[in-house]
């Protein structure tokens, strides 16, 4: 199965980092004129009329830059500008089928990697023979560079970056492609080299316990388990600042020259939002299928997207839903990450589980105000956790035990808890138990 190790790398020296920085803008250099040959072509500008996209001269940039970059490193940026343009035309053949529903929007060209002016983005792609790593005490990445560069600075053999942070898998098979890139929001170098491991790396369930999402656009996930827990991961402090970016991202944009459309600080901030977001819901992840793990669960359902967005009609749920949240990317990650401790995560629908009352099956008399659901039968619990537990019930094939006290997570932009109940951390709370109504239904939401 296919894998990814991501962490950052150091440079040794201050010429190390000179020469890194000096591979990546020339990598990022390359990109651009392949891009723009074949812009050029795609748009039928002046000189290139009839001209098809694949006509670029590719070969004569590539043997401009191999002096710098090494023949394999050259090939390879080349390589990855072709599939970027292979996957737009994928992408715009869908577009305009219409019996394909899968794309909305119409799709635009590949982009390029910055500018001289503005700075280009620092980005090279390594081929699988061209780089070494060595995992352990001194971990270490070694990778090729091109004669030229090599002289300037006088540098001999590979270069020798250091590598921070353990690999999520340090065993593998076969190592693919690596990316390498200068990330502008923290200033640190950082690399992500796909892995080939085996099926055997796999985890065994501990037990047949069943698990429901519930993924909201306020509360990020509601989870509960045929084995009596329930845990809620709360959005809104995240939300808050993915607008309070997005906001200042438009207020730049207002100040830009006529003519302009975007500058090195809008870019930084792109990158910033997307980021926080990605790592975030990284770790919601792996923080939730490791106690998912631990509870038993051998089988996640999650509800299906369209759901989701039938349910959520307001302008600013529709920014969460659409812009922050990223729905179909998280599945895919959680359904990856699942993968690795052998659980098995099904899409099913959750149609009306946020209205019905789980008292007495009401859908048409319960009220949602915020995070409380309640029904003229006097049923009164929290709206998302609630909808797990219907959800739940509704799909799993054994019995649902009763609820423990709901566990309420909070990010604080490293992780989302840290050691279990009764330790808890001020970001890991258990839920009022006043608001726990003992015949199974789940609390209000109001933390400790």
């Known amino acids: 199965m296919k894998r990814t190790n991501t962490f950052a790398v150091r440079p ?22 392949a891009n723009y040959e074949r812009l050029m072509r795609y748009n039928d500008e002046e000189g290139y009329e009839d001209e098809d996209v694949w006509d670029a001269d590719t070969g004569r940039l590539e043997g401009t830059y191999k002096g710098v970059l090494g ?5 390879q940026v080349i390589r990855k500008n072709s599939e970027a343009w292979r996957g737009f035309f994928d992408t715009k053949n869908k577009y305009h089928d219409e019996s394909n529903t899968s794309v909305t929007e119409h799709p635009e060209p590949p982009g390029f990697w910055g500018n001289k002016d503005d700075g280009r983005k620092l980005h090279t792609v390594i081929r699988n023979t061209s ?3 060595e995992w352990g005490d001194c971990s270490r990445l070694e990778i090729l560079v091109g004669n030229e560069l090599k002289d300037r600075y006088g540098h001999t053999g590979r270069l020798r970056l250091e590598i921070a942070g353990n690999p999520n898998w340090p065993e593998y098979e076969k190592q693919g492609r690596l990316d390498l890139w200068y990330d502008e929001t923290d200033s640190t170098f950082r690399a992500s080299q796909p892995v080939t491991v085996s099926d055997g790396v796999r985890a065994i369930p501990l037990a047949d316990e069943t698990a429901a999402l519930d993924i909201g656009a306020n509360n990020l996930v509601a989870c509960t388990t045929t084995a009596g827990e329930q845990y809620l991961y709360e959005g809104r402090e995240l939300f808050q600042r993915f607008r309070e970016t997005t906001r200042e ?20 901030l792109y990158r910033k939002r997307t980021r926080r977001r990605d790592h975030a819901e990284e770790a ?13 669960v051998d089988t996640v359902y999650i509800g299906g997207l369209t759901d989701v967005l039938d349910t959520h009609w307001s302008v600013e749920t529709n920014a969460k839903t659409h812009n922050f949240w990223a729905f179909e990317k998280f599945t895919k990650r959680l359904a990856c990450t699942a993968e690795e401790y052998g659980l098995t995560v099904e899409v099913r629908s959750e149609a009306w589980t946020s209205q019905e009352c789980p008292q007495c099956g009401s859908t048409d008399r319960t009220t949602r105000h ?16 609630t909808a797990s537990e219907t959800f739940l019930r509704r799909h799993a094939e054994q019995a649902v035990r009763p ?3 709901p566990v309420r997570f909070e990010w604080d932009d490293h992780d989302w808890s840290g050691i279990p109940y009764p330790h808890e951390r001020p970001k890991e709370q258990r839920t009022d138990p006043s608001t726990v109504h003992r015949d199974g239904n789940v609390a209000s939401g109001e933390s400790a």
């Open 12 to 33: 040794l020296s201050n010429k190390g980092e000179q020469l890194l920085r000096e591979l990546l803008d020339a990598s990022a250099a390359l990109w651009n004129e």
């Open 71 to 75: 023949a394999s490193t050259a090939q």
């Open 131 to 133: 780089y070494t790593i």
């Open 249 to 268: 991202i438009a207020r730049l944009q207002s100040k830009l020259e006529e003519g302009q459309y975007s500058s090195k600080r809008i870019r930084r």
């Open 284 to 296: 919601l992840c792996r923080d939730l299928l490791e106690r998912l793990y631990k509870d038993g």
């Open 370 to 385: 915020q995070d409380t659901l309640t029904c003229p039968c006097g049923f009164e619990g929290h709206a998302d956790l």
């Open 403 to 405: 609820m423990a006290r």
